[in-house]
Structure formats: structure tokens, C-alpha cells
């Protein structure tokens, strides 16, 4: 039995990526089992799927502590908590990352295979948005083998419509052929130690909640953020549907009638950018204030 933990943010797809593997497996005569792990998340907001396959059938119902593989769909995420935690010495990590295999082997403390993709470049060259979930499902395949390339590609045409199970049939082959592959390298003590120093996946989700008052202040959501919205004041028509919509209170009308973005709290939904009439707001890759 193969046993896999997806982690990524709130609408990257991570839950969609197990349930397609799961799906494309059943129909291949396999054992399957996908399930989400939701707390008080929302766009941005760290995420966790699990995946179970086997050519046996599956008796366990709970959460992959210690899995053979795990994927990684932002790989900001490896900054903060530690990914690898329970992953077995001779498993798998496959991440979307443009960092190199020293930087990401330090973060995680992880000696092991590594597959590494730029899948958020794919997604964004052949979907049009930062959805980074049919890249990595072609970068998993690649790396483990663990469901054949076209019944991927298949379950696609059963899940969307067929204008965009094109489009993700491309990122996934794209992807597939894109992977880059790390053999194992031995971790010093000294390294695996200071990566498991940061928070584990079991203290992510209780560490989004804000419990005390005013401790939103403190908990800064702008982190979360893979794009972010930046704005053409010579654009603006100062209708303030941006501002109308944002789910966050992030943004705040000046007395101009011109618009501010609070970055500490954006979390780059897009929402913004996609009501704009004016075309005054573009999202950009990236997390830093402009």
C-alpha cells in the first residue's frame, strides 16, 4: 500500500489531487482512499489530503502519519512547518519549488528521493491561474509511477468539461515531462535537527485560529498569499468594487477616493482583480510589498 500527504494552500487543489488519483486508481481494478483535512480554512490557508492506493483492500480510516510519499503544492510551506515530518527515510517528496535541491533538502531535513517541478509556471502557461494541483499530479506520476500517465488523463475528461480537461490534460503532460529528479543524499543530524524544529503539520491548523481578542493582529494571513494584487492608480476609476468585494477587509478607501491594499492580510485571492472594471488590478507571483 502506498500511503501519501498533500500539502498546499486553500485553492491550489490539493483535495482534487487525491481524489483524481483515487478515482483513476478504482477504475484500474486498485484499491483507493482520499480524504480531506479541514479546519477553520479558507483561500491561502494551509491544507492537508491524504491518499491511500493498494492492490489489497483498505482497512484504514485515518489520518497518513507516516507516508511513503508527500507531496508539496507551495513550497513556501517549507519555511514554516515541517513537511517532511513522518515521511519515511526512503520515501518520496515531490514539490513545487524553484529553489534548489541544497536549499530544499536544508528546509526539510530530508534525505531521500526528491522530485522537484515548477508547476506553478506550468499552471499558469497552460490554465491561466495559480492552480497547481494536475501539474503536480503529472510530477507524482512521473516520480513514483503510482497510476499510469493516461488514466490520469482519462478521470480529467470525467471531472471537467472538455474546453478545460484539455488545458489540464496538457499541465499534467507538460509537467510529466518537466520533473526533475533528485537522487537520495544523506542529511547531516545537525540539518534533519533544525528542520524538525519547525512546526509539525499536526500544529499548522490550530495555529490559523485566532483565539484571543486582537489576536489577529498577530496573525498574519498576507503569509499565506502566492500571488498578489498590484494596482495602477492611473487606471482606477475609483468605483470601489474592489474594496466592495474583497473577502478580507484588505482594502481601504482613502480620502481620494483611491484605494490602499493591506498586505499584511491580503491573501491573494484574485477576487479584486477579476471585479476590477477598470483593469486597474493585475496579480502578480510573489508575496513581497510593492
Known amino acids: 500500500m502506498q500511503e501519501i500527504r498533500f500539502h498546499g494552500r486553500g485553492g491550489q487543489g490539493a483535495v482534487t489531487s487525491a481524489e483524481v488519483i483515487a478515482e483513476a486508481a478504482i477504475e ?3 484499491w483507493a482512499q482520499s480524504m480531506p483535512s479541514f479546519g477553520p480554512e479558507r483561500r491561502g490557508a494551509p491544507v492537508l489530503a491524504y491518499l491511500r492506493v493498494s492492490k489489497e483492500p483498505i482497512r484504514i480510516r485515518a489520518e497518513v502519519a507516516k507516508p511513503d510519499i508527500v507531496v508539496v503544492l507551495d513550497d513556501s510551506l517549507i519555511f514554516t512547518i515541517d513537511v517532511a515530518s513522518g515521511l519515511k527515510a526512503d520515501g518520496l517528496l515531490v514539490i513545487n519549488s524553484t529553489q534548489s535541491e541544497d536549499i530544499i533538502r536544508k528546509e526539510t531535513g530530508f534525505g531521500g528521493k526528491i522530485a522537484r517541478i515548477e508547476a506553478l509556471k506550468i499552471a499558469m502557461e497552460c490554465l491561466g491561474v495559480p492552480i497547481t494541483n494536475t501539474t503536480m499530479i503529472g510530477a507524482l506520476i512521473k516520480a513514483s509511477g503510482i497510476i499510469p500517465l493516461e488514466a490520469a488523463q482519462k478521470q480529467l475528461s470525467h471531472r471537467f468539461n472538455p474546453k478545460l ?3 489540464n490534460a496538457t499541465a499534467l503532460k507538460k ?3 518537466s520533473t526533475t529528479i533528485y537522487a537520495p543524499k544523506k542529511i547531516s543530524a545537525a540539518g534533519k535537527k533544525a528542520a524538525a524544529k519547525k512546526a509539525t503539520w499536526r500544529d499548522i491548523l490550530p495555529g490559523a485560529l485566532v ?3 486582537g489576536g489577529s493582529k498577530a496573525n498574519l494571513t498576507g503569509d499565506w498569499r502566492s500571488q498578489m494584487p498590484v494596482y495602477d492608480k492611473e487606471k482606477c476609476s475609483k468605483c470601489g ?3 466592495v468585494f474583497c473577502p478580507d477587509a484588505a482594502i481601504t478607501i482613502r480620502d481620494d477616493k483611491y484605494v490602499d491594499f493591506n498586505y499584511d492580510y491580503c491573501k491573494g485571492c484574485g477576487i479584486c482583480a477579476m471585479e476590477c472594471p477598470a483593469d ?10 510593492k
Open 165 to 167: 480537461a484539455e488545458k
Open 241 to 243: 468594487l474592489c474594496y
Open 28 to 30: 484500474l481494478g486498485l
Open 175 to 177: 509537467a510529466f515531462e
Open 280 to 289: 486597474a488590478i493585475a496579480m502578480e507571483a510573489g508575496k513581497k510589498k
Open 211 to 213: 483565539e484571543n481578542p
